[in-house]
């Protein structure tokens, strides 16, 4: 089994920054898996942002490139999302998921194991 679980969401102000985390656990987990972050705002389908590889290779959605950075700590199993300049469109749930492949993918449907989310809500 594998557990992927997020941290780190809550209220911030335009332009400002929040890191989640995403720790990975399980007797199956492989730190070879490439992980994911998506989110979902209300009414809308779930959206890629950013995935990693455990090499270190990173992918993201065109709306944070530039803002968002996407780490991986292996030794540990966990991942982060560094959120700059946030946008009051950047308010979603955010979920970490991973699959079981080295690639990173902008497809949730390719992603295996998905965390509960966590809110990040940018308002003023």
């Known amino acids: 089994q594998v557990q992927v679980d997020e941290s780190g969401g809550g209220l911030v102000q335009p332009g400002g920054s929040l890191r989640l985390s995403c720790a990975a656990s399980?007797?199956?987990?492989?730190?070879?898996?490439?992980m994911g972050w998506f989110c979902q705002a209300p009414g809308k389908e779930r959206e890629f942002v950013a995935s990693t590889t455990w090499t270190g290779s990173t992918y993201y959605a065109d709306s944070v490139k530039g803002r968002f950075t996407a780490s991986r700590d292996n030794p540990k199993n966990m991942m982060y999302l560094q959120m700059n300049s946030l946008k009051p469109e950047d308010t979603a749930v955010y979920y970490c998921?991973?699959?079981?492949?080295?690639?990173?993918?902008?497809?949730?449907?390719?992603?295996?194991?998905w965390g509960q989310g966590t809110q990040v809500t940018v308002s003023s």
């Open positions: 998921a991973a699959r079981r492949s080295t690639n990173n993918s902008p497809d949730a449907r390719l992603y295996d194991y």
């Open positions: 399980g007797r199956t987990f492989s730190v070879t898996y490439a």
